[in-house]
């Protein structure tokens, strides 16, 4: 990739769409939040992503290349069709086409979290590395796999679902409707839901994270979880210790069959318990194989928010400089 | 690959070793099986090895272009060292090199699953697909990885031991010091073991499968186990439908992640219980992810017990032809 080449990359969320100018270097020269309007369909959206290219390029010294959006979503690449987003309640919908045509630049879709995977290998964590996972903990979880230098795509272009490996085949149900997930353990919408029913059997053991939440159960969220139990709230150390042996579970599990040179963990529940971490690199040194770990580096992702965008734009930078 | 060529493929194991002499197009021409003599050390089973190679070449009209060793062990491919084979009691053996002095013909070492998996790719179950996932479940379960058409090594050479996947965080210990891994719950010799302690709970109800074991509980495996099972006996049964579970629940897993185009099953115990095969395939068809099943096949291991033989033999045939 060129310095002094641009482009524009996009990560469109269900409630938000972050958009920024990246230049060949990964670094994020300006950029604009929007709300996602998902009520309007997906010409309102496009409506929106397009005006806000037009007004990123206002005085802007370097011409973008090309557009990269990252959806939240399964992903036809080669057609640049959004198949299935379940946020944006998206069914077939020809994204790449459609705002290629609003905005006069070419358009590379993909996935929102392969393309937060792909900012991290080429820009962040995972910078000059061949062999690596990046495991993105949020709401929901997932990754990205590299291997040998190449993104994994798969057959239908669905690898790096890692939220949805079985890491406790009699455990919970998850959203997917199998048990034990790693996802329906240690997903921000688990850990939350766990603690809630925690709270519902011991009140008086979550009183410090129900404070927090203002006294209802139900507003209960992960960062609430994670900052009692970084006060010392019993109830929420024990769902965040249980989130850790999960997160090992898993990370263990994709360590030992994929022998990554770098385990990068990213996303809202690791940024909101960093620690994790650490209990994570503990339980994968001491679990997983010898042979699988010797290598191996376990890393905080460092792009934070802009993975989307980064990667998204260099998806773009990739395909059209 | 040109027919015309041939190599030698050989599968060392801790107790037999096959020896082929295998075509361009992965046909074995001719064959031979030893003894390993392990206790003699790595000097005796070379000695072996190399009087094995001259009978296989007597006579042979193609000359092969060099020899592919599959090793039960951790090896260092580029230097052709086996670095720790626990079977054999080897640890950092130089097999590559002592083999080529003893035969004067260029040698490749891999590890043995990745060898048969490399055959099943190239010449059996997985010929023509770039996107495939091999499982191998025999006393042990490994596996080999391809994805956009290369064979994955990881970081240091071990991708693919997935056997070592935790499937059930709180279950059985392994081999290998952790709770729940799929070889601990479906590996021949845990179907093994959880088959003798439930034999020592309900006698009774093993009745069947104690026969077969000439009465010994210590006599039953894993292939005494699918045979009560086909003939009717409980016990037996409910030991053979949790192995299904748990290989369902890491097939899951691995198709989730990974996306192959085929999930490719093979190694003793699903040869001894080819019905696993119907199992699994249901319950990931079931339980995966749509977009990571939509264009999955499941499928028998072809090449048996030739695979090793085989892949080894297509490794030298790709790095010396």
Redesign the interface.
């Known amino acids: 990739m060129v310095s002094g080449t641009c482009a524009i990359g996009i990560d469109l969320g269900g409630t938000k769409t972050a958009i920024g100018l990246v230049d060949g270097n990964g670094a994020v020269m300006r950029s604009l939040r929007r709300e996602t309007n998902s009520g309007g369909g997906p010409s309102a959206v496009m409506d929106m992503i397009a005006g806000a290219v037009r007004e990123l390029r206002k005085g802007a010294e370097l011409n973008p290349v090309g557009i990269g959006v990252g959806v939240a979503g ?1 992903i036809d690449a080669a057609r640049g069709v959004v ?2 987003a379940p946020n944006l309640e998206w069914r077939n919908v020809s994204l790449g086409s459609a705002l290629k045509e609003a905005t006069g630049l070419p358009v590379a879709v993909t996935n929102d979290v392969r393309a937060a995977a792909l900012g991290e290998w080429l820009f962040g964590a995972g910078k000059d590395c061949d ?1 690596l996972l990046c495991v993105f903990v949020g709401t929901g979880i997932g990754g990205g ?1 590299v ?2 230098g ?1 993104m ?11 939220g ?8 919970p149900l998850c959203h ?3 048990r ?1 997930c790693l996802e329906a353990l240690a997903g921000g919408w688990a850990i939350a839901q766990r603690a809630q029913d925690a709270l519902i059997l011991d009140p008086a053991g979550g009183a410090g994270l129900l404070g927090l939440a203002g006294g209802r159960v139900g507003n209960v969220t992960a960062r609430l979880v994670a900052e009692a139990a970084h006060a010392g709230n019993s109830l929420a150390m024990k769902v965040m210790e249980e989130v850790a ?2 997160l090992t ?2 990370a ?3 360590v ?6 770098r385990l990068i963990l990213g996303g809202g529940v690791i940024q909101g318990a960093p620690e994790l971490i650490g209990r994570i690199e503990e339980g994968v040194r001491y ?3 010898a ?2 770990t ?3 580096k376990i890393m905080a992702a460092s792009l934070g928010g802009d993975a989307g965008v980064v990667g998204a734009a260099s998806l773009a930078l990739q395909a059209f400089s």
Chains 1, 2 share one sequence.
């Not at 949805?164 to 455990?171: F, L, N, P, Q, S």
């Open positions: 399964q198949r299935f062999d796999i291997a040998a190449r994994l795509g798969g057959c239908s272009n669905s690898a790096g679902e890692i949805h490996i079985t890491v406790d085949m009699k455990g997917c409707g199998k034990g042996e999960a579970a898993g263990v599990s994709l030992n069959a994929l022998n990554p040179c679990h997983a194989l042979a699988a010797e290598s191996l």
